[in-house]
């Protein structure tokens, strides 16, 4: 068996070791979670196919939680959503606490490293608000599987109540065939 050393580029080294125990959740796992609390976060699918398209983004293993991305990239990720479309929903995102935008002076996204210093700036989409409540977004997830079923039990619990309601007895056809007879006259 052999072992190949690797090294990560200048200034992207983890300052931790990642290990099982406080891995990231996998993108498709984070996005199904959204979806699950969508309704309960006012996000719409779009919105989320959005966040998904900024979650491809992300390198596997990385120090940081940032979308370098040009609109253009994100856009080709969304089928070619419009610019309009991908600012507005960042504003949803930002909205609902799931996104910080971090502006460069000239509006691009792109990460310095001070080797003097050894500290990195990035600009771009940060998406560490997202990580931080995914504890939150899943109980929120499971809060709105539970009001989901309960909607459906007491729609299948009233079901017959109003089918009861409305179904047509002889009196109230007759009334009806009455109606109808007095019309066509």
């Known amino acids: 068996m052999t072992f190949i050393h690797a090294t ?9 070791v990642l290990s099982a125990d406080n891995a990231l959740p996998e993108r498709h796992i984070i996005i199904e979670t959204l979806r699950k609390a969508a309704p309960l976060l006012g996000l719409k699918p779009t919105v989320i196919a959005t966040l998904d398209a900024m979650l491809s983004c992300l390198a596997p293993k990385r120090n940081h939680n940032m979308v370098f991305a040009s609109n253009m990239t ?3 990720r969304r089928n070619g959503l419009s610019e309009r479309t991908l600012r507005r929903h960042a504003a949803t995102l930002m909205e609902a606490g799931l996104l910080e935008r971090k502006d460069s002076a000239n509006g691009k996204r792109f990460t310095r490293y001070d080797p003097a ?3 990195s700036m990035h600009f771009g989409f940060d998406l560490s608000p997202l990580f931080c409540k995914l504890g939150e977004i899943a109980a929120m997830a499971v809060a709105a599987q539970e009001q989901s079923e309960q909607i459906a039990y007491l729609k299948s619990r009233s079901a017959p109540s109003f089918a009861r309601c409305f179904m047509p007895t002889r009196t109230t056809a007759k009334r009806w065939k009455h109606c109808a007879s007095f019309e066509t006259n």
């Open 8 to 16: 990560a580029a200048f200034g992207s080294r983890a300052s931790e």
């Open 74 to 76: 994100l856009s080709a």
């Open 117 to 119: 210093h050894k500290q």
